[in-house]
């Protein structure tokens, strides 16, 4: 802890006695290390999130009708081009807000008998970012669509695709 130490003059006359202070530091040291230690151990640390990926069982391939299938097509400027089944002239675009693409896709499923029949077709574009793929990913969480995937384009959709954008 801390000291007085007193030093006596060996001069003559009357003078008064010089007072010098030493603190020992220790203690506090030992305190603030306490600290640290406390806080590292009562600290939550953040887990990683991570998003789950329903992945098909081994077996032959399924299929799935004309009419149980959604085809987004990622295009640039965050825009989403889309058509059902396998009629590419009715392509319609809308955006990734939530009354986009999320309308979009809640739509498709009310309009099945079994809501859980929709597969929906991934197709990103040269124009899309990662980005895109991952809030399109969050969107059939969100809308809770376990069949979905992520495929290149076709010849049609690549042609349409550079018509648009000349």
């Known amino acids: ?31 603030g290390f306490l600290l640290i230690t406390f806080f590292i151990f009562t600290t939550a640390l953040s887990k990683p999130a991570a998003m789950h990926l329903v992945l098909p069982a081994d077996g032959p391939p399924t299929t799935s009708g004309a009419s ?29 807000s939530a009354n986009g693409i999320r309308t979009v896709l809640q739509k498709q499923k009310d309009l099945l008998p079994n809501r859980n029949d929709l597969v929906v077709l991934i197709k990103p574009s040269d124009f899309s970012s990662y980005e895109n793929i ?9 809308n809770q669509i376990r069949k979905y995937l992520i495929m290149d384009l076709t010849e049609a959709e690549k042609n349409r695709i550079v018509l648009n954008h000349n």
Do not use: C, H, W
Not at 2 to 29: F, N, Y
Not at 72 to 95: M, P, R
Not at 135 to 140: C, F, N, R, Y
């Open 1 to 31: 802890m801390a000291e007085i130490q007193q030093s006596e003059s060996k001069r003559r006359g009357v003078r008064s006695k010089k007072l010098s202070t030493r603190v020992d530091l220790t203690p506090m040291v030992d305190l």
């Open 68 to 96: 149980k299938t959604l085809s987004l097509i990622l295009d640039a400027n965050n825009q989403i081009a889309y058509y059902k089944g396998t009629n590419l002239s009715a392509v319609k675009t809308t955006d990734f």
């Open 134 to 142: 991952v809030a399109v990913l969050d969107e059939m969480q969100i």
